[in-house]
């Protein structure tokens, strides 16, 4: 829990070293053959992960809301990617009917997702890109009904304040959906020394094993967030309540060469990629 | 009276400029998410199944693009009692597909047949098979295709009939998405390209998805043929036979009681000198086909082809006078079911084998006798890269296959579903369904566990092993019974009979398809993963093996044909 017992004292979790290596790589993109390759695959995975999430929640609030057609999940609502990289993640949610927003520090893969994304004539409506740091949008009024952020959190200098930025940028109500690697020895031997020593599958420096993140330790943050008397989790040990917080992992399957979404609990799933959900409390208690 | 040349010139030059104004000045391409190339059976079913879910009607645009007149297909009106010479078996699992898709009401059942039962036997030494578990749909493609279209005008698909893809092209700018434009000016920007457009298939040459096979050395002859009805102590006209002839298999299936459907392949020049000799010879040359031993084929054979290289064709009655010959030296006696000479069905009790036998054929349908070489050929990948993204190949452009038992529009019919399939998933993750396919299908293919690179590879991976795996074993079928190497011939031979004999063996292999019910079972499949098990063996006792594999690939072939039609079962 070491890195989350930090104090929020800076403003900024923008790494600039982070930063430059993906602006290396920003061409890479949209080669799904290169850099990026494990990233396209997963992308399938996380997208079927939120859209599920806000169904199961909106039939857990709308019993009467028996089937709703399986792509309108996300219609119609305001949603933030932060760190949004290429855009992968954003013009699949702006596909199936987000308003959506991505945000990046890198100014070269802010262009990079621009272009591509100009290609497409269905996004021109639905999807903008903003090259800032998450932390400058907290100085606007406009809040979201979903932000995500994937595969970021374990490349910020300051996990708690990128939290409690996304956090904020949250409406009362609104989720908030993240995807990271846990800090154990499996993923160090698959995310750094397989992929990136051995198969060479990623640039090496991408990942930093004392970077990651366990999913207990975002857990317990949002036991203790925003304040320990009224957080958004209840207090408690062993796996939060389905309605509040979830963990899934995402396993990579190396004979279908696809990631897997792990069912809710399975033991050892979350040991190395997994996501995480949680759900800002609608009245703050 | 010559103009004067600056007149010409002026013309010539105007001419030029305005037809360079036309060219640069076109209208904006029109935006559409899948634009599919071809009209056949592929594409027709591709459209009618895009247009089928709500999900892809909700969020994509879809257009078919065909060079012909689609509304000739719509308004296909066959006469009573007569049938198309391109018939296809189809299996229960296209018919389900189709039925999914709405496309099975158009079919007109009563111009189906289901197959109960299917006789299969080597040309050389007569070993058999018989199945008769089941049934099979059998209908004739253009007229279950055709009603497809009135389906398709329910759909809304944007279909885009008489227009010839003049140039697919990737200019600069327009991202990776492909153009293609037609020669009424239109241009058509698409984020998918789907080529149905058949074996010289202009989307894969624009794809430069290179493709590699051979031709056999093979002419299929089709023909519908007229036969009396079976007799009265005799199971209706629902048998299918195919015999395993050196020159090629001969297969009969039933199309209604009085007309069936004829796949004769056999070597080039023999396929040219039978057609030419008219369809008195060639019916008659049929009915010797399905009797007479190999030694007296041969014999026939050589007749047919020195009487076409002479210039004079062998006449009926040369040749019906040569066949009665043969019969008499063989010791057939007139009233065997082997004759061809008198037709026993129709008299009284039939002989004892005459089940054994397709009916005799009586006459040939005019205009119905065609033939068409074999090919083996197998795209390197369904999916385009590069220059050539965006791009997905489906049935023939993707894939010739032997003609044993009209495969090729199962398979076709496959790709398709799953093809849609990997579309809507895609739709419900957001994805780009034009991206997600442009991959590197080569490397997919070399590392075939390893490296796969897309979400909607299912496609490319799932349907190219499948259909491989498929054409593999009609091309090692064909090259097996193309021999009379005598220990190939005993081999598979026993083989064939030891297992006609093992009820047991037979269903377990009908079966065994993944504990689906039998009807759901693609017999491919099984055959397929058997043949390809066998493969994996050792080259130990190779004359067995090679033998075991044939009886396999005759054990497959029933199955194919043993998968059933459950509503034409309801109905017999």
Known sequence: MHLLRRALHTTSSVNPAEIAHFTRLSSQWWDEAGEFSFLHKMNPVRMRFIREKL??????????????????????????????????????????????????????????????????PKLAQSLSYLHTPAETLLSEPKRYDVVCSMEVLEHVDNPPTFLDTCAKLVKPGGHLFLSTISRTALAYFLTIFMAEDVLRKVSRGTHTHAKFIRPEELTAFFRAYPNAESPWVDAGRGSPTRTQAEIRGMVWNPLGARWMLAPRDAWGAAECNYLFWVRKPIVPT | ??????????????????????????????????????????????????????????????????????????????????????????????????????????????????????????????????????????????????????????????????????????????????????????????????????????????????????????????????????????????????????????????????????????????????????????????????????????????????AHASGNPVTASQIQAEIAW??????????????????????????????????????????????????????????????????????????????LAGQGLNLGLADVECLSRCIQNALLQGGDVGWWITLTTVKIQLRRFAGSRTALVPYGQERYFENHKIMSVMDKLHKLYSTSFEPVVWARSVGLEVVNELDSVKAALMMQASGKRLEDASPWDIGANVVESLAAATDTARVVGTGVSGMLGAVLQGALKAVGNASSQSKH
């Open chain 2, 326 to 403: 043969r019969e008499r030296s063989h010791g057939i006696d007139e009233t065997s079911a082997y004759t061809s000479i008198i037709d026993v069905g129709k008299q009284g009790i039939p002989p004892a084998d005459a089940e054994l036998l397709p009916p005799l054929v009586t006459s040939l349908q005019p205009g119905t006798v065609a033939s068409f070489p074999l090919r083996f050929n197998h795209t390197d990948s369904y999916l385009g890269e590069g220059q050539g993204s965006r791009t997905v190949l489906v049935g023939d452009a993707a894939h010739t296959v032997h003609p």
């Open chain 1, 55 to 120: 169904l199961e929640v909106a039939r857990d609030e709308q019993p009467a809301l028996n089937q709703p057609a399986s792509t309108s999940a996300l219609k119609g609502l305001d949603v933030l990617d932060v760190g949004c990289g290429g855009g992968l993640l954003s013009e699949s949610l702006a596909r199936l009917g987000a308003k959506t927003l991505g945000v990046d520090a890198s100014e070269a893969n802010i262009s990079i997702a621009r272009i591509h994304a100009a290609q497409d």
């Open chain 2, 1 to 306: 009276m010559p103009l004067p040349s600056s007149t010409v010139y002026r013309r010539a030059a105007g001419h030029f400029r305005r037809s360079f104004r036309r060219s640069i000045s076109t209208s904006p391409p029109e935006e559409y998410d899948v634009v599919i190339v071809g009209g056949g059976p592929a594409g027709l079913a591709l459209a009618s199944a895009l247009g089928s879910s709500q999900l892809v009607r909700e969020s994509l645009r879809v257009a078919l693009v065909e060079a012909s007149d689609l509304s000739k297909v719509l308004d296909w009106t066959p006469a009573a009692g007569t049938f198309s010479n391109r018939a296809s078996s189809l299996t229960n699992k296209s018919q389900t597909f189709l039925k999914d898709i709405g496309a099975w009401n158009y079919v007109d059942e009563e111009r189906t047949c289901p197959i109960q039962d299917m006789q299969v036997w080597d040309g050389v030494s007569d070993a058999r098979i018989d199945f008769s578990a089941s049934l099979l749909g059998l209908g004739s493609p253009g007229q279950g295709m055709a009603r497809m279209t009135e389906n398709l005008n329910l759909q809304r698909v944007q279909i885009l009939d008489k227009l010839k893809v003049q140039t697919i092209e990737r200019p600069e700018g327009s991202g990776d998405w492909p153009l293609v434009h037609l020669d009424n000016g239109g241009i058509l920007r698409s984020r998918l390209l789907v080529g149905a457009d058949g074996f010289n298939s202009p989307v894969r040459s624009f794809a430069k998805i290179s493709s590699y096979g051979w031709a056999y050395d093979t002419q299929a002859i089709v023909a519908t043929m007229f036969h009396s009805p079976r007799g009265a102590f005799m199971g209706p006209n629902t048998t299918a036979f195919q015999r395993f002839l050196p020159t090629g298999p001969i297969a009969f299936l039933p199309l209604s009681p009085i007309a069936s459907s004829l796949v004769w392949s056999t070597k080039p020049p023999l396929a040219t000198a039978l057609i030419a000799s008219g369809p008195v010879v060639l019916g008659s040359m049929i009915n010797a086909a399905f009797r007479l031993p190999d030694v007296s084929m041969r014999y026939l054979n050589g007749i047919v082809l020195d």
